[in-house]
């Protein structure tokens, strides 16, 4: 079965069949999936930890998302405490660093993904991470940042990897697993496929990012979890192993990481 590491189940996308959408998910071999808090608004981060109360399949994140990071203030700062020590509630994030869109400023950026950090490590809790953009260069500094905060004591993801092979091995010695998205599936895949298939199995997971990031033959449509399975398909192609083999060990890194037997 299938794990779908990251996906955006509180988007107003799917207000109108969410319980469809899980369930069709369910019938093409994905029975987890990890609802990020952020990226849909600070208040976003609520519903994911309600969804992840109500729905046995459904664990959550709460964070801020680079782009909201102009938007943490004491208030949101508050309500994300009380959120994380929910229930259920198995990493922080997504946070990160995001230089190619700067919908925050570099410096707020950088200090809210810091205090994200500093959560992971008190609260011993993984981190999903998102990183974008090269000038300037946001992946050496998020490692920086991460590295400086966390001391090495709490693991994390980087989640819908476009970076490179080099960067890649960087993370995984620092503690990393990485994630691939239905980016992987592009016909111009701007040599992905290449960083992934060099890459040891035993520190990947699969994610849609729904409901963006549709594989192709999707494009251009909302993507949903159940779409996760076409992305393991490539990453079993790359790795020329089978499928079932990929799932397995994709959503077992993603059990170890997010320590979801004891959530
Ligand atoms: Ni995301």
């Given at each position: 079965m299938w794990l779908d590491s990251h996906c955006h189940l509180v988007a107003g996308e799917f207000?109108?069949?969410?319980?469809?959408?899980?369930?069709?998910?369910?019938k093409?071999?994905?029975?987890?999936?990890?609802?990020?808090?952020?990226?849909?608004?600070?208040?976003?981060n609520a519903r994911a930890v309600e969804l992840a109360a109500a729905d046995p399949r459904v664990f959550a994140t709460v964070g801020v998302h680079p782009h909201e990071a102009k938007e943490f203030d004491d208030e949101a700062r508050t309500l994300?405490?009380?959120?994380?020590?929910?229930?259920?509630?198995?990493?922080?994030?997504?946070?990160?660093?995001?230089?190619?869109?700067?919908?925050?400023?570099?410096?707020?950026?950088?200090?809210?993904f810091a205090e994200?950090?500093?959560?992971?490590?008190?609260?011993?809790?993984?981190a999903?991470?998102?990183?974008?953009?090269?000038?300037p260069n946001a992946?050496?500094?998020?490692?920086?940042?991460?590295?400086?905060?966390?001391?090495?004591?709490?693991?994390?993801?980087?989640?819908?990897?476009?970076?490179?092979?080099e960067f890649a091995q960087r993370a995984i010695?620092?503690?990393?697993?990485?994630?691939?998205?239905?980016?992987?599936?592009?016909?111009?895949?701007?040599?992905?496929?290449?960083?992934?298939?060099?890459?040891?199995?035993?520190r990947l997971m699969v994610e849609t990012d729904a409901p963006l990031l549709a594989p192709q033959g999707f494009r251009g449509k909302r993507n949903e979890p159940a779409h996760v399975a076409l992305v393991g398909e490539v990453l079993a192609a790359l790795h020329e192993m089978p499928a079932e083999e990929v799932a397995r060990t994709t959503s077992e890194n993603?059990?170890?990481?997010?320590r979801l037997g004891d959530a």
């Open positions: 207000d109108l069949d969410r319980a469809a959408t899980l369930d069709r998910a369910c093409a071999g994905v029975d987890t999936f990890i609802a990020i808090g952020s990226g849909y608004g600070i208040a976003g994300l405490e009380e959120l994380i020590a929910r229930p259920r509630v198995v990493a922080v994030g997504e946070c990160g660093l995001d230089y190619h869109y700067m919908n925050s400023d570099r410096e707020v950026q950088r200090a809210v994200q950090a500093a959560t992971a490590r008190s609260r011993k809790m993984p999903t991470i998102h990183v974008r953009g090269d000038e992946f050496d500094e998020l490692l920086d940042i991460w590295q400086t905060e966390t001391r090495g004591e709490v693991e994390g993801v980087l989640h819908c990897y476009t970076g490179t092979l010695e620092a503690g990393f697993y990485i994630s691939f998205s239905g980016i992987l599936t592009f016909k111009n895949d701007r040599g992905l496929r290449e960083v992934a298939k060099a890459l040891p199995l035993e993603a059990r170890t990481l997010f």
